[in-house]
């Protein structure tokens, strides 16, 4: 936006952005919208123009799948092991993340915060997931990255969690999880020894 013309200070408008990420939820589709509007009181659509463009630039060149991610995915796959997502995201962005990664053909299940309604740790998307796929929570396994949303949903109503550090970008010290992971492919070992294969 600055580099379209905004004369704003870029350290002072990213604390701006980063607040009302914080008070709006990280998915809020409207935060550029936002920010202009506190502004000025009115959206500039060169300046919103300019910061989407930038932003979708920036996801696409960082977003690639973690280390032994599809591996992981076809092992669980042909174990019979059923496999859903939880997102925050509105399902536009959810399903472009998945299709860009090459990874919509992995899952039985994807359930956004349209399908939803609530964002984590509310239990209802957890709820939703043991209804659809029929199973029970002690039957289920939660792996996130966020420790408040994902493991404190998950585990209110008795699934098993696991932690995935390799996507902590808090320095998560505690994450309360069954479990913690370096690489996603332990889950396979985790699933392995809870069907007592190991």
Known sequence: MIKAGLDVDLEESYKKIMHLYESHGWENQEVFNDFLTELSGKVNYKYLAAAIVAYRRAR?????????V?????????????????????????????YY????HSFD??????????RKPDPKGFKMVLEKLQIKPEEAIMVGD?????????SQLGMKTVFARYGDTFDTVDSGADWDVDNIYEIVYIIQ????EQ
């Open 146 to 154: 966020w420790p408040e949303r994902d493991m404190v949903g998950a």
């Open 109 to 118: 299940l994807v359930l956004t915060f349209d399908d939803i309604g609530v």
């Open 70 to 98: 599809s591996k992981t995915l076809t092992e669980i796959a042909r174990n019979g092991v059923k496999i859903a997502v939880i997102s925050d995201a509105p399902a536009r962005e959810a399903w472009l993340r998945i």
């Open 60 to 68: 696409e060149a960082s977003l690639m799948p973690y280390p032994n």
């Open 101 to 104: 990664l090459n990874l919509h």
């Open 193 to 196: 020894s809870i069907n007592g």
